[in-house]
């Protein structure tokens, strides 16, 4: 009897560690399989991190150069409305100036205009 149950507890154990080998090794494949996948996905997630990163930076770049964009248009703004009245305030001076040199011409036409009548009335006389 003795014999008999030695001899089921060894088929028994042999079985055991068959079916442990077996299947434990389909785990492990599995389990690497896995890996793998988790793996490829980790540097994935990674990339796409790194891609996010760089994006922010892009973006942090553009809109620096917006702002400074936007600083040298409001520069060009208000220079361009001080110009427009440097050009208004030329044009008052030139019509200032214009109104001056066209008081002193006809005086001088007029001044003339006299003088040459008095020569002619010194010259009849």
């Given at each position: 009897m003795l014999k008999n149950f030695l001899k089921w507890v060894i088929i028994i154990g042999f079985i055991l560690a068959a079916w442990i080998y077996f299947t434990g090794s389909g785990n492990c494949q599995e389990l690497s399989e896995q890996e793998k996948l988790l793996t490829e996905i980790s540097v994935d997630?990674?990339?796409?991190?790194?891609?996010?990163e760089e994006l922010k930076i892009d973006?942090?770049?553009?809109?620096?150069?917006l702002t400074n964009l936007e600083h040298r248009v409001t520069n060009v703004e208000h220079k361009t409305n001080n110009l427009e009245n440097v050009i208004c305030n030329i044009e008052s001076i030139n019509k200032w100036f214009l109104g001056i040199l066209a008081?002193?011409?006809?005086?001088?036409v007029l001044y003339q205009y006299?003088?040459?009548?008095?020569f002619r009335k010194n010259d009849r006389a």
């Open positions: 997630v990674k990339y796409i991190k790194s891609s996010i973006f942090k770049s553009i809109q620096s150069d008081t002193i011409v006809g005086g001088l006299r003088r040459a009548s008095t």
